[in-house]
């Protein structure tokens, strides 16, 4: 039966920690990662996210199915953080958040979704995007395009170019955009910039999947959801991915949610009946545990606090990080200029190195990065920044 399977080609990054776990360098430094990890090189257990764990364990409740779409606490606390608290949106009955298994497979039940909705639709990602959205909708059955997205030779945005893409597509194509914090580039689009784009977007009718993995790691929770709501407001139909793996440091609990903005609550109605299909024929319905944490956090005002400010701690740290390792990296002799790290937003950053460099820095210095130059910055700390910002002076000079 198995003797036709050709070997699949090795996950990019997976195979980078592969070979940054064989290193025997004790400097090593490991910038290829997509976690955030604290001052100390550690993946965070939040505070919050122990105390509502505590309180769960005590409760010492049976661990019976959840309904198909979730725990309701949690798809509320999900819509919540996407549209804000006062949104006139949140009583209209006409949005519906399915729990989902992380943000990963928010984007798998929506593209199955959406494949039987629109059958002949394509899909286009950002070029360069996460590289998981090309793999999961071609999957799910789509062609996928890209849009114009980095300029490498400013290190920032396309916007002409992205405007004109879009500008260009057939009604009804399957836009993915990233809400805030790209990846891999950390480029985002200005408020205004994203004003034009909602603009073609509803002019073009076209249909857009927002997918927002690292809210509250650019400029604040509210901030960052500027753009959901900025849609919201247009009155565009949408789907939104939402992620809480980086946000709640929960990467393995696989916590995510799937919102839909629909037309009408009766229109919801149909929708989620649907949805609800798509859910039970991949996995029946969502695992208890990281589910029942998130909803306890987002539903428990001192825990919520908490929480606000351990992320804000998270984000400010990997500012920081940007601005010491744009620094250092001038301290270290190098001449070009890297202020482009201070405007990009995230855990990413697109540093403009290229894939020598990057050899180079992995086989001499034990400095791992991917390929395409992408690092994470928060995967930087008070202990290697020096040593990373001297490698990448040696590998630039
Ligand atoms: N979208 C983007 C843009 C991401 O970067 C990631 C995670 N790296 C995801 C979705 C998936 O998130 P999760 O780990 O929650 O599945």
């Not at 606390?77 to 549209?83: D, I």
């Not at 004003?195 to 790691?217: H, M, R, S, T, W």
């Not at 908490?306 to 001449?335: C, S």
């Amino acid at each position: 039966l198995f003797e036709s399977v050709e070997l699949a080609p090795r996950d990019p990054i997976l195979g980078l920690v592969e070979q940054y776990n064989a290193d025997t360098r004790a400097n090593k430094v490991n910038l290829g990662v997509g976690v955030y990890y604290d001052n100390e090189g550690r993946i965070p257990l939040l505070e919050c996210v122990s105390q509502a764990e505590i309180a769960h364990i005590e409760a010492h409740a049976a661990r019976g199915y959840l309904p198909i779409e979730g725990i309701p606490g949690y798809n509320k606390g999900a819509q919540t953080l996407l549209l804000g608290k006062d949104s006139p949106l949140l009583a209209s009955g006409r949005v519906l958040t399915a729990q989902a298994l992380g943000g990963t497979g928010a984007l798998k039940i929506g593209a199955d979704f959406l494949k039987q909705l629109l059958p002949t639709s394509k899909v286009v990602i950002s070029d360069p995007s996460w590289e998981n959205h090309r793999a999961l909708f071609e999957r799910a059955g789509f062609t996928v395009e890209t849009y114009s997205y980095y300029d490498a030779a400013t290190r920032g945005l396309n916007f002409d170019g992205m405007l004109a893409a879009l500008g260009s597509l057939p009604e009804q194509t399957i836009v993915i955009l990233h809400a805030c914090c790209h990846n891999p580039t950390g480029v985002d689009p200005t408020f205004e910039q994203w004003e034009k784009i909602a603009e073609v977007v509803k002019n073009k009718n076209l249909v857009p999947f927002l997918d927002i993995a690292y809210q509250g790691f650019g400029d604040g929770i509210e901030e960052d959801a500027a753009v959901v709501r900025l849609f919201a407001q247009q009155d565009i139909t949408m789907l939104i991915s939402s992620s809480f793996s980086k946000s709640f440091s929960l990467y393995g609990e696989r916590v995510g949610a799937l919102t839909l903005i629909t037309s009408s609550n009766e229109e919801r109605g149909r929708v989620l009946s649907q949805l609800k299909r798509v859910i039970r024929t991949n996995y029946s319905n969502p695992p208890t545990h990281g589910g029942t944490v998130v909803s306890t956090v987002l539903n428990t005002p001192e825990l919520y606090t908490l929480w606000t400010n351990e992320l804000a701690a998270m984000r400010e740290r990997i500012r920081n990080m940007r601005v010491q390792l744009v620094e250092k990296l001038k301290a270290h002799g190098v001449t070009q200029n890297f202020d482009f790290m201070l405007a990009q937003r995230g855990m990413f950053s697109y540093s403009g190195l290229t894939k020598d460099q990057v050899d180079r820095l992995r086989d001499e210095h034990g400095v791992y990065a991917v390929s395409s130059g992408r690092i994470c910055v928060a995967a930087l700390n008070d202990r290697n920044i020096d040593y990373v910002a001297e490698a990448i002076a040696k590998v630039l000079a």
